[in-house]
């Protein structure tokens, strides 16, 4: 059983930061593509930014320049670190993991961004 726990939520004003990190816990697996999605309120889910295994990223044109995706393949972690905040990125935020053999996404639970005006 493979579990994606995020931490770093929370609550800043508009031009703030956050740093949010996801971990790997269960079964040793390894992934391929990690990344983030988003989910506003009455919106649908949208990808946010990835990184593959071998270091390939891709963020969406609203957040370059703004957000910072990484990972450490050795700890199965995930970190999206996230400067200027904007209220339109208020969101619940969600990373996920697709495992390197078979492709099947994980999901973690999510953890809400709230970027006050």
């Known amino acids: 059983q493979v579990q994606l726990v995020e931490s770093g939520g929370g609550l800043v004003q508009a031009g703030g930061s956050l740093r949010l990190s996801c971990a790997a816990s269960g079964s040793i697996v390894s992934f391929n593509a990690m990344g983030w999605y988003r989910q506003a309120p009455g919106k649908q889910r949208g990808l946010v930014a990835s990184v593959t295994r071998t270091g390939r990223i891709t963020l969406v044109d609203s957040v370059k320049g703004r957000f910072t995706i990484s990972r450490d393949n050795a700890k199965n972690t995930l970190s999206l670190q996230m400067t200027n905040l904007k209220p339109e990125d208020t969101a619940v935020y969600y990373c996920?993991?697709?495992?390197?053999?078979?492709?099947?996404?994980?999901w973690g639970q999510g953890t809400q961004v709230t970027a006050s005006s």
């Open positions: 996920y993991g697709d495992l390197y053999i078979g492709g099947q996404r994980y």
